[in-house]
């Protein structure tokens, strides 16, 4: 079993809709980052969270650190925010503490017009 | 430099054929990171430098991988005697010690 896990791996929405993508993890960390990678780019931090919530923009990051959870919402999708999203997570105590990322396998987001 | 460059974006090796990859980091950032990534599938860590010391290269897949930074800042990956397996995007970034990494493009690598 992957110490990160998300879901869904695919995701296909109509533009307007809200969207979610949920990350559990079975380790203590000590951050979670949510991740964005366009096809053939690279990868750019959307969020690095400990606790409770931020927002940017239309992007929202959650994360319950008791329940091991994080949710990634985006409100009003656009066929721009096509595509795959990746939470990461920094162990915590016990665990490396200079930056090692654990990462999901990502979740695939198509947003139609 | 604006952000984290990796050279060449894109490479395609015989098998059998040693590949170097290069990474250069945003100026300033002690952390540098290799990971590599498969069609499908999230990135996984090979090696670490904190400055031009490798700290931690447990995922490195085999000793046909080899990483270095020699002055703490550039670093290559490099992969002797490539074998299809090795067909992956692999990522670098870099980071002030213990703070948001910063990625680079990646280079996609096919071995044929």
């Known amino acids: 079993k992957n110490e990160v896990e998300q879901s869904p791996q695919n995701l296909t929405a109509q533009e307007g809709e809200f969207i979610t993508i949920n990350c559990s993890y079975s380790?203590?960390?000590?951050?979670l980052h949510w991740l964005q990678q366009h096809p053939g780019g690279g990868i750019v931090s959307l969020f690095m969270l400990s606790s409770g919530k931020k927002k940017h923009g239309r992007l929202i990051a959650t994360i319950n650190i008791q329940e091991k959870h994080s949710s990634l919402h985006i409100t009003a999708s656009h066929p721009r925010d096509s595509a795959v999203y990746i939470c990461a997570v920094l162990l915590g105590a016990g665990g490396t503490s200079y930056g090692k990322l654990t990462f999901g396998q990502g979740t695939i987001l198509t947003v139609h017009p | 430099g604006a952000g984290v460059s990796q050279s060449p974006r894109y490479k395609v090796a015989k098998r059998g054929q040693d590949v170097a990859l290069r990474c250069d980091p945003i100026s300033g950032h002690v952390s540098l990171f290799w990971y590599q990534q498969a069609l499908g599938q999230g990135p996984e860590f090979l090696t670490y430098?904190?400055?031009?010391?490798?700290?931690?290269k447990s995922g490195l897949p085999s000793d046909r991988f080899f990483a270095e930074r020699p002055e703490g800042s550039v670093s290559t990956l490099k992969i002797q005697r490539t074998q299809q397996e090795d067909s992956a995007v692999y990522l670098c970034?870099?980071?002030?010690?213990?703070?948001?990494?910063?990625f680079g493009p990646g280079t996609r690598l096919t071995v044929l």
């Open positions: 430098f904190q400055n031009e010391a490798q700290l931690d």
């Open positions: 380790v203590g960390i000590s951050a």
């Open positions: 970034a870099s980071s002030l010690q213990g703070s948001e990494q910063f």
